[in-house]
């Protein structure tokens, strides 16, 4: 039999003058097969153009009849299995490796043994593994739809069940996931929106400036960093609800800010160990894992619902949360999307600052040259400034906060060249695509420069060979909602800490990336702070 690749029908429909005003159909059996589809007559850069229609009846008949015996084929091509124990899969494995923590290593392993592509059972979960830049827009974009479903915690899951309430943006699926999110991208993603969040990011940073400033003066390490960070995230984002009256509020809010910071960090050890275990099993044998974990779910729902209504007492018209308000979220809804969005603060721009802190320790060079290029800059160009973005988009190539992004398939596809059935779960490796030689020179570098453009032409990088590998925000229209405040969150506080210290870190060495359901660092980083002579 002749194989057909999606490449060479490329060529052979160019040749014939086949352009966007045509349209084929594919079938197999007598269905008609859709958006999965699309890549057999798209350009190698082109994102997701509409189907073409093809009149020429002898040509949709030849493609249709290729595509059948393609697909037929990749439809008996399984993907490649790692080899575990019945019911508990590779846990084993895992353990040895390091257990959950190291789940970034082992799945990088098992891409090595296996290839892009295959299918694992990890304790009760069962997923096809992908590492592939070219299949990731594939998977979050072009097959998700207008709703797509996401893997969630069974912990959390279960909570949610048997405590009987329903929650926010992260939970919420279908139609009544898509009515909010359109509307909070109007909020959160509309054009210009950065203008919004410059106050409280700049005010957050400063703040957290001023205090570290102190143990700068007396040349010691930063106490507690990690805690003061997740502080510092959750500021951020009770401020922006709260608006320009947050300077009036942030001293009776500051023991709230206090406690969230603390629970917060306990919720997310708790889930990452149930992670491991089925979690009714937990709830059953009532393990303290279990009793631990709904405690900590429990105080922080509990203080964040009773701060919701502080907050819209205490908020002028020129804040988010008046913002949603006004757009028609109201009463329950609008206390169950804020709950989550504070409870998701709390972890991921704080982790990343701790590692974009890490990293700049080790390069005195790159901060020296940030400090000369951002010093007499104003808020709005700071913002723009490249290096200073490339800066922590670098850091989360190499240290995602999420180093997986997860997917259930709407539809039967073929992902890598494999057949993977509708309904199974899609594990994204951010960890390792953003490591692999493949996608970037030098993949285990702290380079943020590798993002500039080359002189040659705008669509190439100095030391990025597939963009598409680093996507820490997601893509597609279930991306994360708060991106760009998380954006400006980082710019504006990494600029206002270059500005006023020279970075360092004694610990440096020891610090390895491991997982606690996002990516942290195996111990606390001993941070030192040197005042620049301005």
Not at 36 to 54: E, K, S
């Amino acid at each position: 039999e002749m194989h057909t690749t999606p490449r060479t029908l490329r060529r052979f429909a160019r040749s014939m003058n086949f352009r966007n005003d045509f349209n084929v159909s594919f079938t197999k059996r007598g269905t008609i097969l859709g958006s999965d589809l699309r890549f057999l007559l798209l350009n190698d850069n082109d994102a997701a153009p509409p189907l073409w229609n093809v009149a020429n009846q002898g040509l949709s008949s030849v493609l249709s009849r290729t595509f059948a015996q393609d697909f037929g084929t990749s439809a008996r091509k399984e993907p490649p299995e790692s080899r575990g124990l019945p019911l508990l899969g590779s846990v084993l494995s895992l353990t040895i490796s390091g257990g959950a923590k190291k789940l970034h290593e082992y799945v990088d392993n098992k891409h090595q043994e296996l290839g892009p592509v295959f299918r694992d059972q990890i304790g009760p979960i069962e997923a096809v593994f992908v590492n592939s830049p070219a299949e990731y827009r594939k998977v979050l974009a072009d097959l998700a739809g207008n709703t797509p479903r996401h893997f969630l915690p069974e912990s959390w899951m279960l909570y949610n069940e048997i405590r009987v309430q329903n929650r926010g943006l992260l939970f919420m699926e279908g139609e009544e996931w898509w009515h909010y999110r359109k509307i909070l991208n109007k909020v959160m993603l509309k054009p210009g929106p950065k203008i919004f969040f410059y106050g409280p990011c700049q005010e957050a940073a400063e703040n957290l400036t001023k205090e570290w400033q102190r143990y700068c003066r007396i040349g010691c390490v930063i106490p507690n960093l990690e805690h003061r960070l997740y502080q510092w995230s959750i500021e951020v984002m009770l401020a922006a609800m709260i608006g320009s009256r947050w300077h009036v509020c942030e001293p009776r809010l500051r023991c709230d800010i206090e406690d969230l910071a603390t629970i917060l960090h306990q919720i997310f050890t708790y889930t990452s160990r149930l992670s491991m275990i089925p979690a009714k099993l937990a709830m059953k044998l009532r393990l303290p894992v279990w009793n631990k974990f709904v405690q900590a779910a429990d105080e922080v729902l509990d203080k964040v619902r009773k701060l919701v209504p502080e907050m819209v007492r205490l908020s002028d018209n020129d804040g988010l949360l008046q913002t949603i308000l006004n757009n028609g979220i109201r009463g329950d809804e609008a206390v169950r999307i804020i709950c989550d969005f504070v409870i998701a603060a709390g972890d991921t721009t704080s982790i990343t600052m701790q590692w974009a802190l890490l990293l700049l320790s080790s390069h005195p060079e790159l901060q020296d040259r940030l400090f000369n290029e951002i010093k007499d800059l104003p808020l709005e160009d700071l913002l723009q400034h490249q290096l200073l973005r490339y800066t922590w988009k670098e850091t989360l190539r190499l240290h995602p906060v999420a180093p997986f992004l997860t997917r259930y398939l709407p539809v039967d596809s073929i992902i890598g060249g494999y057949f993977v059935p509708k309904g199974d779960l899609i594990i994204l490796s951010l960890y390792s695509s953003g490591r692999d030689e493949n996608n970037f020179l030098r993949p285990n570098e702290f380079w943020p420069e590798r993002w500039f453009r080359t002189e040659k032409d705008s669509f190439t990088y100095r030391g990025v060979k597939d963009a598409r590998a680093s996507v820490p925000f997601a893509v597609g229209v279930r991306n994360c909602i708060g991106q760009r405040l998380a954006e400006t969150q980082l710019s504006l506080t990494l600029a206002q800490l270059i500005k006023n210290f020279k970075i360092q870190c004694e610990n440096r060495d020891r610090i390895k990336m491991i997982l606690r359901m996002v990516s942290v660092p195996s111990e606390s980083i001993k941070l030192k702070l040197i005042d620049r002579e301005i």
